[in-house]
């Protein structure tokens, strides 16, 4: 009865201002900052590790944010979980992959991209539509990586924060759907 | 299996300046020659430009003076995607009152491909939407203006001096501007490689003007080449900072090295083109003049004058091994279709693809003809043609399927490919009516046309 009770079942902390949908799929230990919008049919899966989000980020449909095991290594085998956290501001647009263990603050990852798990995104980066990023890097910060070729080159500006569509999202996905709230620690059913 | 439909598989052979095997949707039929037409044998003519973004049509001695720029719209530097304008809230102090600000709308130019916008290059916000952007200006302007005039005189003196010669030889009275009247449309003036080039020669002065003595200094050519920056070998590249290749070739004025300095240009012009049959002179293609419509004043394509061959359905090929293959022939014309086929004889010069041999139906075919409102009228009477089912296997309005029966000769890896005449009726509805003194002639006469079709079957079954 006692070991039951010391192990904890991984839960979904959401924070008091976001608006995360009750049809997104959130698995795992996930931490959801404030003002964060989660659209449905997102999903956020913490498999190897939990998941960080903070604050003002923008998770459209169909979005993939996955803290997986590496390729070449069994779940069997002992790994030791590797915390994914992901900044302020950024935007997962409809139908990307997102495997990045680190991103930063005002990034864009636009639809349909992939974002590899070596990949590290610092600051106003922004990967373009379909394009596949799976080097083992740090981008440095304002990049943009745009076309079939991957092209990169650097921006003098940031992406700005989609403080207007968030507000928005925030007013308007209430009415059409039902929210996640998050589950209160100690409230396990017995 | 939508593999079999592919254009390549069934290609028509035309006969034109040089023999040209292509599908049938992309020839077109000159129904005054009655002969297939592909892209390389007709010649080609500009119709209209009009600009891709915008869909302005500009007429073409407006689109010459804007060297095929259109006005409104540009190119992003970086990736070439057509440019959007965007605007902002900035503050800005009240004309009035300077202690005060008001917000005003800027505006910049920004990609949204690759999130290029003018700011980067250093072009200030303009506060008007459009109009307001210029392209930099090439330094070297004035010096190849002034070698065009000079060689647009000297061209125009060849042609008058050209024109005398004609003249001479002739002994009629023609007007001076013979060669000038002739655009580049008609096959008098086209160029021939070697001559002198005539373009240049139009666009100068008038008949009749008095020319001015243009002359121009010879280019001078410098000693002393401007030195290498002294931190050339040790500088670290930024990679960002270098411009591409094609980001810089884009820009043949200026070729910057450095990507601070790619300023957006004007976008292209496209074109609508017309294409004509050298033959007999006749538009075998026009489009309309409207950029937004996609439509056609004169469309003489292949495929509404020519039954079509398709393969339907191939079974597992062997060596030497004789096989049934499933093809289909289309009907596009309204009229009855009577269709022979003939196999390739020993020794043909046209069949040098064919790798296996093929056995037609003997029997002639018919296609009943094309009717749009047959599917509607619940009271016609399905015709009755007498189908061999060995020959035919199924008929369907105006297409039927019938048997070839393929033996394939060479056991390489290779398609084996099949080819075979096939002769059809044409009624050329486009001549002209002439009158008969028998008076019961019919308006319109069969002609017998014969095509060489190759089929690529695929490769033998292992």
Not at chain 1, 57 to 64: F, H, R, V
Request: charged share 25%.
């Amino acid at each position: 009865c006692k070991d039951k009770n010391t192990f904890k079942l991984p839960t979904v902390k959401i924070a008091a201002g976001a608006v995360v949908c009750v049809e997104s799929e959130i698995r795992g230990d996930v931490t959801i900052g404030p003002r964060t919008v989660v659209h449905p049919k997102a999903r956020i899966i913490a498999e190897a590790g939990p998941i960080v989000i903070g604050e003002g980020n923008l998770i459209e449909e169909q979005a993939l944010i996955i803290n997986g095991y590496p390729e070449n290594i069994t779940p069997d085998s002992e790994v030791e979980p590797k915390t994914m956290t992901i900044g302020m501001n950024n935007v997962f647009e409809v139908g990307c992959v997102s495997q990045a263990l680190k991103i930063g603050d005002n990034n864009v990852i636009e639809s349909k991209a992939d974002v590899g798990r070596n990949v590290i995104l610092t600051s106003g980066c922004i990967i373009g539509a379909f394009c596949q990023v799976n080097t083992c890097e740090v981008i440095p910060e304002n990049t943009v990586i745009y076309g079939s070729g991957c092209m990169r080159r650097v921006q003098t500006e940031r992406p700005q924060p989609q403080t207007l569509q968030l507000d928005f999202l925030m007013k308007i996905l209430p009415n059409y759907h039902h929210l996640k709230k998050t589950v209160k620690a100690g409230h396990h059913a017995s | 299996m939508a593999s079999l439909l592919q254009p390549d598989r069934v290609v028509y052979l035309v006969r034109g300046e040089k023999k040209l095997r292509a599908s049938l949707s992309q020839l077109y039929f000159c129904r005054y020659c009655s002969e297939l037409r592909s892209l390389e044998c007709v010649s080609h003519e500009v119709d209209s430009h009009y600009c891709p973004s915008c869909l302005e049509n500009m007429p073409s001695a407006e689109a010459k003076l804007k060297k095929n720029r259109c006005a409104n719209c540009f190119d992003c530097p970086c990736c070439m995607h057509t440019l959007s304008t965007r605007a902002t809230n900035i503050p800005a102090p009240l004309p009035d009152d300077p202690t005060k600000t008001a917000m005003k709308k800027a505006y910049y130019l920004a990609c949204g491909f690759c999130r290029w916008t003018s700011r980067d290059v250093g072009m200030a916000d303009k506060s008007v939407a459009s109009g307001g952007w210029q392209e930099p200006e090439n330094p070297h302007n004035q010096r190849i203006n002034k070698l065009i005039e000079y060689y647009q005189q000297l061209a125009h003196r060849e042609k008058q001096e050209r024109d005398r010669k004609k003249l001479a030889r002739r002994r009629q009275c023609m007007p001076l501007a013979f060669s000038e009247k002739y655009g580049l449309g008609t096959r008098l003036q086209r160029q021939r490689p070697g001559g002198p080039i005539s373009s240049l020669a139009g666009l100068s002065l008038k008949e009749g003007e008095d020319q001015k003595e243009i002359s121009i200094e010879p280019a001078q050519a410098l000693d002393e080449v401007e030195p290498l920056p002294e931190d050339c070998y040790t500088r670290t590249i930024s990679l960002p900072e270098v411009t591409t290749l094609r980001q810089r070739l884009l820009q043949p004025d200026f070729q910057p090295a450095g990507a601070s300095q790619l300023h957006p240009r004007h976008k292209h012009l496209l074109m609508k083109r017309s294409l004509r049959c050298r033959k007999c002179e006749h538009n075998l293609s026009k489009p309309e003049f409207n950029p937004t419509s996609i439509k056609f004043k004169i469309q003489l394509v292949a495929v509404s004058y020519i039954p079509e061959v398709r393969i339907m359905s191939i079974p597992n090929l062997r060596y030497m091994k004789e096989s049934q293959v499933l093809l289909t022939l289309t009907n596009p014309v309204e009229s009855i279709t009577h269709v022979t086929l003939a196999a390739c004889e020993e020794g043909d010069p046209d069949d040098i693809n064919g790798t296996a041999k093929v056995i037609v139906p003997t029997k002639e075919l018919v296609l009943a003809g094309k009717d749009a409102a047959a599917e509607y009228d619940e009271l016609a009477e399905p015709q009755d043609f007498q189908d061999d089912p060995d020959v035919v296997a199924f008929r369907k309005s105006n297409k039927i399927g019938f048997f070839i029966k393929v033996i394939p000769q060479k056991e390489e890896d290779a398609d084996v490919v099949v080819s075979f005449k096939i002769r059809h009726d044409f009624r050329n509805l486009a001549a002209p009516i002439r009158p008969s003194e028998e008076g019961a002639e019919t308006a319109t006469e069969g002609v017998w046309l014969t095509h060489h079709v190759e089929l690529r079957l695929g490769p033998l079954a292992s």
